[in-house]
T-cell receptor, first 111, second 113 residues
Framework: EAGVAQSPRYKIIEKRQSVAFWCNPISGHATLYWYQQILGQGPKLLIQFQNNGVVDDSQLPKDRFSAERLKGVDSTLKIQPAKLEDSAVYLC?????????FGQGTRLTVV | GDSVTQMEGPVTLSEEAFLTINCTYTATGYPSLFWYVQYPGEGLQLLLKATKADDKGSNKGFEATYRKETTSFHLEKGSVQVSDSAVYFCALSDQQAGTALIFGKGTTLSVSS
């Protein structure tokens, strides 16, 4: 069974630039999550989708972050404009229920 | 709100030593509990889980028992190997709050031969 696919693996941008991350979840998983993992900390939920709809985006900084899930499958997470404190690993996960299967993440460095 | 507290690391052990990583939680509902592992350069992998009180999750020689009376889910392994060196995350998913995971800060384990 194919796992959760994410791209790119690494990204370096300057502050105030924009960046987008892509995620393809495990086939058939209705729930998709984006987490932010800052160095030395555990992952923190940014947004949760159930099929096409947003279930929880309470911790998403909506002034700069946006996310969408296309046709209930792939998802993109965008940051515009980026700040230095956005440097982190962005993890996508999908799940048929509680828990989740994670992709390898995108390591973002904002300079 | 819900939260997970893990013991501070790093934990440094010799090969074949006994491992315990403590994890306690606070939750308003009836959470499922998880241990995830992150090997160097890799993504998060589910190690084991337990969905109700007194359940024991186990995998690859690791075990953890869901203790509702002490709100704990400590990770144990009887004999660690160098290949177990990784960061271990305790997490919960509370049905009252949806299915997203709430993670602890992680505990780094380093095993030397």
């Amino acid at each position: 069974e194919a796992g959760v696919a994410q791209s790119p693996r690494y990204k370096i941008i300057e502050k105030r630039q924009s960046v987008a991350f892509w995620c393809n979840p495990i086939s058939g998983h209705a729930t998709l999550y984006w987490y932010q993992q800052i160095l030395g900390q555990g992952p923190k939920l940014l947004i949760q989708f159930q099929n096409n709809g947003v279930v929880d985006d309470s911790q998403l900084p909506k002034d700069r972050f946006s996310a969408e899930r296309l046709k209930g499958v792939d998802s993109t997470l965008k940051i515009q404009p980026a700040k230095l404190e956005d440097s982190a690993v962005y993890l996508c996960a999908s799940s048929p229920g509680r828990g989740g299967f994670f992709g390898q993440g995108t390591r973002l460095t904002v300079v | 709100g819900d939260s997970v507290t893990q013991m501070e690391g790093p934990v440094t052990l010799s090969e074949e030593a006994f491992l315990t990583i403590n994890c306690t939680y606070t939750a308003t509902g009836y959470p499922s509990l998880f241990w995830y592992v992150q090997y160097p350069g890799e993504g998060l992998q589910l190690l084991l889980k337990a969905t109700k009180a007194d359940d024991k999750g186990s995998n690859k020689g690791f075990e953890a028992t869901y203790r509702k009376e002490t709100t704990s889910f400590h990770l144990e392994k009887g004999s660690v190997q160098v290949s177990d060196s990784a960061v271990y995350f305790c997490a919960l998913s509370d049905q009252q709050a949806g299915t997203a995971l709430i993670f602890g800060k992680g505990t780094t384990l380093s095993v030397s031969s």
